[in-house]
């Protein structure tokens, strides 16, 4: 009969797939059955070997959404805030990989991804719907008419 998996191993397994936010290992070990102080120390250990780190998480996932899925800064600091990072790493690492003076290109990115879904409309509609999906990704509105501005000229 096999030994059960320590805190730590448990732990492991469950990073192997993908990185994940120290508050998410905490809540998988947690429902594992491990007591708080066991857990807390599984993440000292797992610090300490480097497998988990919330900044260089936040990192990660914000370079994926940048790349997969264009956010504005507000639902990025949103989302991380949710995923339980402390606001002081949200801050510094989104002013490390999405700063405010790529907002912009953030934003026509977006638009160049779902255009084709705009094509067939007319244009007025089109820019209504451009529009209301920048505000759902969380560009503000300033960043959203300068997006659609360059958007519209590189794309008469």
């Known amino acids: ?25 905490a809540a998988h070990l947690r429902g594992k059955g491990f007591a708080s ?7 000292v250990r797992l610090r300490e070997l480097q497998l988990v780190s919330d900044e260089e ?25 949710q995923k339980g990072v402390a606001e002081g790493i ?3 690492v989104l002013d ?3 700063p405010v003076e790529s907002e912009g290109d953030a934003a026509v990115d977006s ?7 705009y094509r067939g409309l007319s244009e007025a509609v089109a820019r209504r719907r451009v529009w209301g999906a920048l ?6 509105p300033e960043t959203s008419r300068e997006a659609m501005a360059r958007f519209f000229e590189e794309n008469p």
């Open 111 to 117: 638009i160049r991804r779902n255009w084709a879904k």
């Open 96 to 98: 490390d990989e999405a």
């Open 1 to 25: 009969m096999q030994a059960p998996l320590s805190p730590v191993e448990t732990a492991i397994r469950y990073l192997t797939p993908r990185r994940r936010f120290e508050r998410e290992v």
């Open 57 to 81: 998480t936040c990192r990660a996932w914000i370079r994926d959404r940048r790349n997969f899925s264009p956010r504005g800064r507000s639902l990025l600091r949103l989302e991380l805030l």
């Open 135 to 140: 505000g759902r990704r969380g560009f503000d």
């Open 90 to 92: 949200v801050e510094s």
């Open 37 to 43: 102080a066991d857990v807390d120390e599984a993440l």
